[in-house]
């Protein structure tokens, strides 16, 4: 195998397709990547795999002999990465080949450089979907969901549903929905030509958050324009961008009855401009409690007026107030100021309403432009 190419182009492609390399592979192979190169198309792939997401891209070079191996993709990179701007030789003698391993020579302007790889034949393939649903998505709507509902998904492994987005979708629009327990983010984005987008029943699959965020990192360098291919079977997903392909499990079990935990009806209602209430959330936040995170919001009606404050035994106490309109009787009701600043952050609008019943009961954030979103947040209770 030999090819050339520019050294940026190398190195972006492999910085891609490494986050899908194992930080404990399993097998030694899994810790390298895929390198296929094909003399025909002039085109190199590259694939990385830790058995459960598998990234591949391909890229144009000057092929000169077609061939496979795997190279280690951690050595690799640390290479690539700090080579000059220029182009870069790979050649892989065949004849070489001692057993599994290969040795793969890199010669670049600055120097020449040999590292240890193994055969292909080693590698696992990646899953492909022969029968399964096929569901084409602009990148805009998947995109502008991600952004408003990954965060809200949960880190806890125990509860494995939770660590994914619940995706939806029907002919109209995708909904995106996140959840740890604690806070829930609802978010519906509208298919404006329903015939590209060739959802005709309406579907739905839990996708695992780091799968989403590989996702969200291939969409940030690609055109709006674009269109994602979705396919879908009982195990397993398959995003297609162009030469790009994102392949993971997704995951099993009923996602919760989220609509049920949303209310319909509220006492309370707060409109505030959101990036004022994010910044004194994010200065009274230093002096929160390290143990609970906790931030008291003050709603007084006759003031117009809402008070933030925050108090911690070992650090001191800080407070803000700030106008808001506001209808419903004055109250006093405490949240993580963590799970508020994340929302704000993924709400898209210049101001947000706050919608809530009594203290210990749900309270809804929501954007009065822009984008349909429900930031659902359970309050912590106030100890007197």
Same mark, same amino acid.
């Given at each position: 195998?030999?090819?050339?190419?520019?050294?940026?182009?190398?190195?972006?492609?492999?910085?891609?397709?490494?986050?899908?390399?194992?930080?404990?592979?399993?097998?030694?192979?899994?810790?390298?990547?895929?390198?296929?190169?094909?003399?025909?198309?002039?085109?190199?792939?590259?694939?990385?795999?830790?058995?459960?997401?598998?990234?591949?891209?391909?890229?144009?070079?000057?092929?000169?002999?077609?061939?496979? *191996? &795997?190279? +280690? =993709?951690?050595? %690799?990179?640390?290479?690539?990465?700090? @080579? !000059?701007?220029?182009?870069? $030789?790979?050649? /892989?003698?065949?004849?070489?080949?001692?057993?599994?391993?290969?040795?793969?020579?890199?010669?670049?302007?600055?120097?020449?450089?040999?590292?240890?790889?193994?055969?292909?034949?080693?590698?696992?393939?990646?899953?492909?979907?022969?029968?399964?649903?096929?569901?084409?998505?602009?990148?805009?709507?998947?995109?502008?969901?991600?952004?408003?509902?990954?965060?809200?998904?949960?880190?806890?492994?125990?509860?494995?549903?939770?660590?994914?987005?619940?995706?939806?979708?029907?002919?109209?629009?995708?909904?995106?929905?996140?959840?740890?327990?604690?806070?829930?983010?609802?978010?519906?984005?509208?298919?404006?030509?329903?015939?590209?987008?060739?959802?005709?029943?309406?579907?739905? *699959? &839990?996708? +695992? =958050?780091?799968? %989403?965020?590989?996702?969200?990192?291939? @969409? !940030?360098?690609?055109?709006? $324009?674009?269109? /994602?291919?979705?396919?879908?079977?009982?195990?397993?997903?398959?995003?297609?961008?162009?030469?790009?392909?994102?392949?993971?499990?997704?995951?099993?079990?009923?996602?919760?009855?989220?609509?049920?935990?949303?209310?319909?009806?509220?006492?309370?209602?707060?409109?505030?401009?959101?990036?004022?209430?994010?910044?004194?959330?994010?200065?009274?936040?230093?002096?929160?409690?390290?143990?609970?995170?906790?931030?008291?919001?003050?709603?007084?009606?006759?003031?117009?007026?809402?008070?933030?404050?925050?108090?911690?035994?070992?650090?001191?106490?800080?407070?803000?107030?700030?106008?808001?309109?506001?209808?419903?009787?004055?109250?006093?009701?405490?949240?993580?100021?963590?799970?508020?600043?994340?929302?704000?952050?993924?709400?898209?609008?210049?101001?947000?309403?706050?919608?809530?019943?009594?203290?210990?009961?749900?309270?809804?954030?929501?954007?009065?432009?822009?984008?349909?979103?429900?930031?659902?947040?359970?309050?912590?209770?106030?100890?007197?």
């Amino acid at each position: 195998m030999k090819f050339t190419c520019a050294q940026n182009e190398l190195n972006t492609n492999l910085s891609l397709v490494s986050r899908a390399v194992p930080s404990r592979p399993t097998h030694p192979v899994l810790a390298n990547v895929l390198f296929v190169a094909d003399e025909e198309k002039g085109e190199i792939s590259l694939t990385a795999f830790d058995l459960s997401l598998g990234i591949k891209t391909s890229f144009q070079a000057t092929v000169s002999e077609s061939g496979t *191996v &795997t190279l +280690p =993709a951690k050595l %690799l990179t640390d290479i690539v990465s700090r @080579l !000059s701007d220029g182009e870069i $030789t790979l050649f /892989v003698d065949e004849q070489d080949n001692a057993e599994e391993q290969t040795l793969a020579t890199l010669t670049s302007i600055s120097g020449r450089f040999q590292l240890r790889g193994m055969q292909a034949t080693e590698f696992p393939q990646l899953p492909s979907i022969e029968d399964g649903e096929i569901i084409i998505l602009p990148i805009t709507a998947l995109t502008e969901g991600l952004k408003a509902s990954l965060f809200a998904a949960s880190t806890d492994e125990t509860k494995q549903v939770l660590t994914g987005v619940h995706l939806t979708g029907t002919p109209d629009n995708l909904e995106f929905a996140a959840t740890d327990g604690h806070r829930l983010s609802v978010v519906q984005t509208p298919l404006e030509d329903a015939e590209t987008s060739n959802i005709t029943q309406g579907f739905g *699959v &839990t996708i +695992p =958050a780091r799968t %989403l965020r590989e996702l969200e990192r291939i @969409l !940030s360098v690609n055109q709006t $324009t674009d269109l /994602v291919t979705l396919r879908v079977d009982e195990g397993q997903i398959i995003f297609e961008l162009g030469d790009q392909k994102l392949t993971s499990r997704k995951l099993e079990g009923a996602y919760p009855a989220y609509q049920q935990l949303i209310p319909k009806k509220f006492e309370r209602s707060v409109t505030l401009e959101r990036k004022r209430l994010l910044s004194s959330l994010e200065r009274v936040a230093v002096l929160a409690d390290q143990k609970n995170n906790l931030v008291k919001f003050s709603l007084n009606g006759d003031k117009g007026q809402l008070t933030l404050s925050v108090e911690s035994p070992d650090l001191g106490s800080a407070k803000e107030s700030m106008p808001a309109e506001m209808s419903g009787d004055d109250t006093d009701i405490a949240f993580n100021v963590k799970y508020l600043m994340d929302g704000l952050k993924a709400l898209p609008a210049t101001h947000v309403q706050m919608q809530l019943n009594e203290s210990t009961q749900p309270v809804i954030f929501s954007p009065l432009d822009g984008l349909k979103m429900t930031y659902l947040v359970m309050p912590v209770q106030i100890r007197s």
